[in-house]
Nanobody
Framework: QVQLVESGGGLVQAGGSLRLACLSS????????MGWFRQGPGQEREFVAWISWSGGNTDYVDSVKGRFTISRDNAKNTVYLQMNSLKPEDTGVYYC?????????????????WGQGTQVTVSS
């Protein structure tokens, strides 16, 4: 069983930045591609970003391209989401997730482990 713990959420004004972190308990962290998802108030959960096991490949939803950056530090078993130029529509609970699939995926059902989420609120 892999446990994922997110941190770094909070309240920020529009145009500001936040950096989320997700610590994994996996003994072989590099087995997993990692993703970030979010769920806004009254909305479905949506894919935000994915990174390959090596960190060499990434994928983003169009709405965050150029503003968000996903990265990972395999020595620290941690994946990050740097969020810049935040907008009120970025508000939601952000979840990190781990997938055994060796390809980029934006489908939540292809992720095997999930964190408990961290709240991000962007005020206008």
């Amino acid at each position: 069983q892999v446990q994922l713990v997110e941190s770094g959420g909070g309240l920020v004004q529009a145009g500001g930045s936040l950096r989320l972190a997700c610590l994994s308990s996996a003994r072989t962290f590099t087995r997993y591609g990692m993703g970030w998802f979010r769920q806004g108030p009254g909305q479905e959960r949506e894919f935000v970003a994915w990174i390959s096991w090596s960190g060499g490949n990434t994928d983003y939803v169009d709405s965050v391209k150029g503003r968000f950056t996903i990265s990972r530090d395999n020595a620290k078993n941690t994946v990050y989401l740097q969020m810049n130029s935040l907008k009120p529509e970025d508000t939601g609970v952000y979840y990190c997730a781990a997938t055994n699939r060796p390809y980029a995926t934006d489908s939540g059902i292809e992720y095997d482990y999930w964190g408990q989420g961290t709240q991000v609120t962007v005020s206008s």
